[in-house]
């Protein structure tokens, strides 16, 4: 299996543009997970989506961050518009949820975001 | 106050030391606890579920206290490969772990 696939891995833009990160979670793997990682914050979960269906987005900082699973081996997430402060590391993860508690995440490699 | 919480170090040891970290966590209803190693500018890889009897993996011992609410990870014989970022982590049931903002070792020769 390839893991968890991201794109783009680094991405550079002006602020307020429209910024999209893209993930696709390892095939059967049924929760797909994306947080935010900066020094000062850490690594912090900003939505979760269970067979497609968002769960608990209520670590997405405002209204410009949406995010969406149409399918089960593809989501985005989108800041628009982007600001500065939204510069970051954006990792994307998975699970297989096989229902008891212990359940690993597989993190993909990430998406470097710096907004000017 | 954080949902969980760690030292952010770094800790500087020498090889073939022992090292223990611990991080405290908030949420009483907290069921699954874990550790993540992170190396520099890649992504958290899961280290070790952490259960209630405690669990060990080779070098590393992972021990979870209820009452106290805090899990701890142990690394005895300190290699430099084991230079990281050491994530804890807490779940509430199934889907949702919240971090810590990490740990740092560096084990130097």
């Known amino acids: 299996d390839a893991g968890v696939i991201q794109s783009p891995r680094h991405e550079v833009t002006e602020m307020g543009q429209e910024v999209t990160l893209r993930c696709k979670p390892i095939?059967?793997?049924?929760?797909l997970f994306w947080y935010r990682q900066t020094m000062m914050r850490g690594l912090e979960l900003l939505i979760y989506f269970n067979n497609n269906v968002p769960i608990d987005d209520s670590g997405m900082p405002e209204d410009r961050f949406s995010a969406k699973m149409p399918n089960a081996s593809f989501s985005t997430l989108k800041i628009q518009p982007s600001e500065p402060r939204d510069s970051a590391v954006y990792f994307c993860?998975?699970?297989?949820?096989?229902?008891?508690?212990?359940?690993?995440?597989?993190f993909g490699p990430g998406t470097r975001l710096t907004v000017l | 106050r954080k949902e969980v919480e760690q030292d952010p170090g770094p800790f500087n040891v020498p090889e073939g030391a022992t090292v223990a970290f611990n991080c405290t966590y908030s949420n009483s209803a907290s069921q699954s606890f874990f550790w993540y190693r992170q190396d520099c500018r890649k992504e958290p890889k899961l280290l070790m579920s952490v259960y209630s009897s405690g669990n060990e993996d080779g070098r590393f011992t992972a021990q979870l206290n209820r009452a106290s609410q805090y899990i701890s990870l142990l690394i005895r014989d300190s290699k430099l490969s084991d230079s990281a970022t050491y994530l804890c982590?807490?779940?509430?049931?199934?889907?949702?772990?919240?971090f810590g903002a990490g740990t740092r070792l560096f084990v130097k020769a």
């Open positions: 095939s059967g793997h049924n929760s």
């Open positions: 993860a998975s699970s297989p949820l096989t229902g008891g508690s212990y359940n690993e995440q597989f």
């Open positions: 982590g807490s779940g509430t049931g199934g889907f949702k772990t919240i």
